[in-house]
């Protein structure tokens, strides 16, 4: 059975650049969240989607927003980047929207800005 | 509040020794305490987890213990073994009705000495 699939696996901004990251869940999982993780550090959440809704929201700037699509896929978008926002990008699925349920990471999209 | 502190930073151990991660939090509403294990180049995966109303959990070679009133969880792998090397993160999310917000820690870099 196929994982959670991201694209691109790589990407490289300039500053002031804008940026879509892509997300596809794992089949019959309903929630997604996102996640960036700086190198050296623990993830850190961004954003739940379940069923095309926003759940929650973490610390982040307006300059970050998302969507889930009717096939649950979903993209982050981040607008006016800056040199700090490169990191890893992680999505994580699970069937519904309880943090009890197991959230099931891909292999993330590594950000570059420069 | 929300944080979670994790130590050590870095952990090498023996081949067949008992590898220790240590947590702690402040946020009392936090009832959730997942252990992650992630390998270069790969997402998070879940280990194993934990609620509040255990003080102990066990899954082959690896236990969660979770002491309540010190407020601090930790992670005990067993027989370590080299395919363990890989850094470990602990999280923790406050209940059923909010987001599926997990909190991480700083990351462990563990390595098994063959």
């Known amino acids: 059975d196929a994982g959670v699939t991201q694209s691109p696996t790589h990407l490289i901004k300039t500053r002031g650049q804008q940026v879509t990251l892509r997300c596809s869940p794992i089949?019959?999982?309903?929630?997604v969240s996102w996640y960036q993780q700086v190198l050296g550090q623990g993830p850190q959440f961004i954003f739940q989607?379940?069923?095309?809704?926003?759940?929650g929201r973490g610390n982040f700037p307006d300059r970050f927003s998302a969507r889930q699509f009717p096939n649950y896929s979903s993209e982050l978008n981040v607008n006016a980047l800056l040199l700090g926002d490169s990191a890893l990008y992680l999505c994580?699925?699970?069937?519904?929207?309880?943090?009890?349920?197991?959230?099931?990471f891909g292999p993330g999209t590594r950000l570059t800005v420069l | 509040q929300q944080q979670v502190k994790q130590s050590p930073q870095s952990l090498i151990v023996q081949k067949g020794g008992i590898s220790i991660i240590n947590c702690a939090y402040e946020?009392?509403?936090?009832?959730?305490f997942p252990w992650y294990q992630q390998f270069p180049g790969k997402g998070p995966a879940l280990l194993i987890a934990?609620?509040?109303?255990?003080s102990e959990k066990k899954e082959g070679r690896f236990t969660i213990s979770f002491n309540k009133s010190a407020k601090q969880f930790s992670l005990h792998i067993m027989d370590s073994q080299p395919g363990d090397s890989a850094t470990y993160f602990c999280?923790?999310?406050?209940?059923?009705?909010?987001?599926?917000?997990?909190?991480f820690g700083q990351g462990t870099r563990l390595t098994i000495n063959p």
């Open positions: 989607y379940y069923e095309k809704e926003e759940r």
């Open positions: 934990i609620r509040p109303d255990v």
């Open positions: 994580a699925s699970s069937l519904y929207w309880s943090s009890y349920n197991e959230q099931f």
């Open positions: 999280a923790a999310s406050a209940g059923p009705q909010g987001a599926q917000k997990l909190v």
């Open positions: 089949s019959g999982h309903k929630s």
């Open positions: 946020n009392t509403a936090f009832d959730y």
